[in-house]
Antibody, heavy 121, light 110 residues
Framework: QLHLQESGPGLMKPSETLSLNCTVS??????????WAWIRQPPGKGLEWIGN???????YYNPSLKSRVTISVDTSKSQFSLKLTSVTAADTAVYYC?????????????WGQGTLVTVSS | QSVLTQPPSASGTPGQRVTISCSGS????????VYWYQQLPGTAPRLLIY???QRPSGVPDRFSGSRSGTSASLAISGLRSEDEADYYC???????????FGGGTKLTVL
């Protein structure tokens, strides 16, 4: 049973770079069965896919965020990470790290608890 | 504005049957399975239905899903107070090359 835990700053200023880590336990981050993905949810709103990474390092990003997003994986730490540059208030959201199934990337069995990131001057 | 369209709210009384719709297009629901997620207040979403009509272990058989053409629906029978939550549909989308979600439906048990 995978367990995912997000970590990172809760409050940021506009134009800064958001950096979040997700620590994976209960299974291998080198598993062929899962992607590692970030999804966000603005307060009171719906879910938005940010991007996926496979253990091999291959990445897939939402085109609307692609110019600002980098997702990477560190197998030695069993972590994957999100960097989002030039944040604005519109990036205020709960950020979830998730593990979508490789065979069905819209099927997400495992979610972190989520971390609220607030962008405010 | 979400790629998949859901009604913003739904309601029912205990014991009733409610359905939540999810409308998409040929690039998502029309070509791929639909997934449903339940999000209780203050918690992360939980996979409720996969491959349009399959239930993960632990999900009561009161929950069922269906898909036809470019639409899908989630049905909850024998409504209970603990079903009060937000429900999201999702599907792979060829245009995005990623998963897309509905805007969510807030279910109230009266």
């Amino acid at each position: 049973q995978l367990h995912l835990q997000e970590s990172g700053p809760g409050l940021m200023k506009p134009s800064e770079t958001l950096s979040l880590n997700c620590t994976v336990s209960g299974g291998s981050i080198s598993s062929h069965d899962f992607y590692w993905a970030w999804i966000r949810q603005p307060p009171g709103k719906g879910l938005e896919w940010i991007g996926n990474i496979y253990y091999s390092g291959r990445t897939y990003y939402n085109p609307s965020l692609k110019s600002r997003v980098t997702i990477s994986v560190d197998t030695s730490k069993s972590q994957f990470s999100l960097k989002l540059t030039s944040v604005t208030a519109a990036d205020t959201a709960v950020y979830y790290c998730t593990a979508p199934q490789y065979a069905s990337p819209a099927a997400i069995d495992y979610w972190g608890q989520g971390t609220l990131v607030t962008v405010s001057s | 504005q979400s790629v998949l369209t859901q009604p913003p709210s739904a309601s029912g009384t205990p014991g009733q049957r409610v359905t939540i719709s999810c409308s998409g297009s040929s690039s998502n629901i029309g070509s791929y399975h639909v997934y449903w997620y339940q999000q209780l207040p203050g918690t992360a979403p939980r996979l409720l239905i996969y491959r349009s009509n399959q239930r993960p272990s632990g999900v009561p058989d009161r929950f069922s899903g269906s898909r036809s053409g470019t639409s899908a629906s989630l049905a909850i029978s024998g409504l209970r107070s603990e079903d009060e939550a937000d429900y999201y549909c999702a599907a792979w989308d060829d245009d995005l090359s990623g998963p897309v979600f509905g805007g969510g439906t807030k279910l109230t048990v009266l």
